[in-house]
């Protein structure tokens, strides 16, 4: 099955700075990958996907890049602001069919 | 996005006894939602995947005994804990696929005492 690694697990980087979480997956028929944001005690929060047939997808201050061929995608925020302190998790799934796999986690924190 | 929700929020109840989570696609309508499990300061684990009209498909490892799945109509998914024990406790999260995506509800805190 699917195993999808996720570093690092916490991440402090000063308020208005970037973050970057990277996440390597192992089965190549994953062809879908998403990043949730989970805040204490709530579900994750869906903030930005990509597919495999995209190299790079932006939302505002939110990227996303995969690397298909690596099998690593990441995860880059800009300008970071204190809301964005949470925990980051990346997945992967074949889109439409399962279920998806998840990344440990990364508890970013932003410092102000 | 669309919205998911789930009843209850938490619970807490005695070894032995059942508890039912409703999980609910509130805006558009789900043929296939899913159900994780997440422990303190861990990821999420997916437990099953529950169609609509069908069995549900549990994970390696999963009872589906003691884990019962019912996904009776399009927009409503329910997982049963029978005869919770202490090791069940976790917060429970069901998600609802649209297209490709997945939309998870706030979660459920279960506490067995």
């Known amino acids: 099955g699917e195993n999808v690694e996720q570093h690092p697990s916490t991440l402090s980087v000063q308020e208005g700075d970037s973050a970057v979480i990277k996440c390597t997956y192992s089965?190549?028929?994953?062809?879908?990958f998403p990043w949730y944001k989970q805040e204490l005690g709530k579900g994750p929060q869906l903030i930005i996907d990509?597919?495999?047939?995209?190299g790079e997808k932006k939302d505002q201050r939110i990227a996303v890049t995969l690397n298909k061929t690596a099998k690593h995608f990441s995860l880059h925020i800009t300008e970071t602001q204190p809301e964005d302190s949470a925990v980051y998790f990346c997945?992967?799934?074949?889109?439409?069919?399962?279920?998806?796999?998840f990344g440990k986690g990364t508890h970013l924190i932003i410092q102000p | 996005g669309a919205v998911v929700s789930q009843h209850p929020s938490w619970v807490i109840c005695k070894s032995g006894t059942s508890v039912k989570i409703e999980c609910r696609s509130l805006?558009?309508?789900?043929?296939?939602m899913f159900w994780y499990r997440q422990f303190p300061k861990q990821s999420l684990m997916l437990m099953a995947t529950?169609?609509?009209?069908?069995?549900?498909?549990?994970e390696q490892g999963v009872e589906k005994d003691k884990f019962l799945i019912n996904h009776a109509s399009l927009t409503l998914s329910t997982l049963t804990v029978t005869s919770a024990h202490p090791e069940d406790s976790s917060f429970y999260i069901c998600?609802?696929?649209?297209?490709?995506?997945?939309?998870f509800g706030p979660g459920t805190r279960l506490t067995v005492l």
């Open positions: 998600s609802a696929r649209e297209r490709e995506e997945q939309f």
């Open positions: 089965d190549s028929a994953s062809n879908y």
């Open positions: 990509i597919r495999s047939n995209v």
């Open positions: 997945a992967a799934s074949i889109a439409g069919a399962d279920g998806l796999t």
């Open positions: 805006d558009f309508q789900a043929t296939t």
């Open positions: 529950s169609n609509e009209g069908s069995k549900a498909t549990y």
